[in-house]
């Protein structure tokens, strides 16, 4: 069935740093891809979303760009801050999930004054 | 600006003992949905519901019941609890369940089954 993988953490970078946290995603048909973060304590939130091929999602200074070539959604930031800690997960909905949120395992990133 | 309420925060049980995990919108969202995360699994799907009256079972649905009387109230039924259920367990909405459509989280209910 259609899933995501996210690439495993922890990751840690100092202030400033550019991030790469890497998502590929396996489906039949078409999905809708997201980026989910989760701050210490809290549920998720939606950071971004792409609904199909070559949309890219932007908020916060993170972009993700919907790749069918690559079956990729990769999350990238040019310059991290310490309040950027925190875990993120991929996720997909699609018919093919009757429009049920699938999530990767998460990738805790830990930014480093 | 409430959002999606979970009761409790925390809870710990013995095996074999049942609880209900609260959870409440008032967006007046049709969908509902139940999540465990468990570390290195991600977050799986256990029951979700598209409106009052109608409950569906998701990936991880054994040993868990729900029902929807109600649009604003999910709740979550362990009848039996087991050290398997041991978790995080959020309820989340959205408007309808379309796909495209965003998650609203609660804060989580952090359960251990002794």
């Known amino acids: 069935g259609d899933s995501v993988t996210q690439m495993e953490g922890p990751v840690t970078l100092s202030e400033e740093a550019f991030l790469t946290i890497n998502c590929t995603y396996t489906a039949t048909g078409y999905p809708s891809l997201f980026w989910y973060v989760q701050y210490p304590g809290e549920g998720l939130q939606l950071l971004l979303k792409a609904t199909k091929a070559d949309d890219k999602g932007s908020n916060k200074g993170f972009e993700a760009t919907y790749r069918k070539e690559t079956t990729s959604f990769h999350l990238e930031k040019g310059s991290v801050q310490v309040s950027d800690s925190a875990v993120y997960f991929c996720?997909?909905?699609?018919?093919?999930?009757?429009?049920?949120?699938?999530f990767g395992t998460g990738t805790s990133l830990t930014v480093i004054p | 600006n409430a959002g999606v309420t979970q009761t409790p925060k925390f809870q710990v049980l013995k095996t074999g003992q049942s609880m209900t995990l609260q959870c409440a919108q008032d967006m007046n969202h049709e969908y509902m949905s139940w999540y465990r995360q468990d570390p290195g699994m991600g977050l799986r799907l256990i029951h979700y519901?598209?409106?009052?009256?109608?409950?569906d079972q998701g990936e991880v649905p054994n040993g868990y019941n729900v029902s929807r009387s109600t649009t604003e109230d999910f709740p979550l039924r362990l009848l039996s609890a087991a050290p398997s259920q041991t978790s995080v367990y959020f309820c989340?909405?959205?408007?309808?369940?379309?796909?495209?459509?965003?998650?609203?989280f609660g804060s989580g209910t952090q359960l251990s089954v002794l």
């Open positions: 989340a909405s959205s408007y309808s369940g379309s796909r495209n459509e965003k998650l609203f």
């Open positions: 996720a997909l909905s699609s018919s093919n999930t009757g429009n049920q949120f699938y």
């Open positions: 519901s598209v409106g009052a009256g109608i409950t």
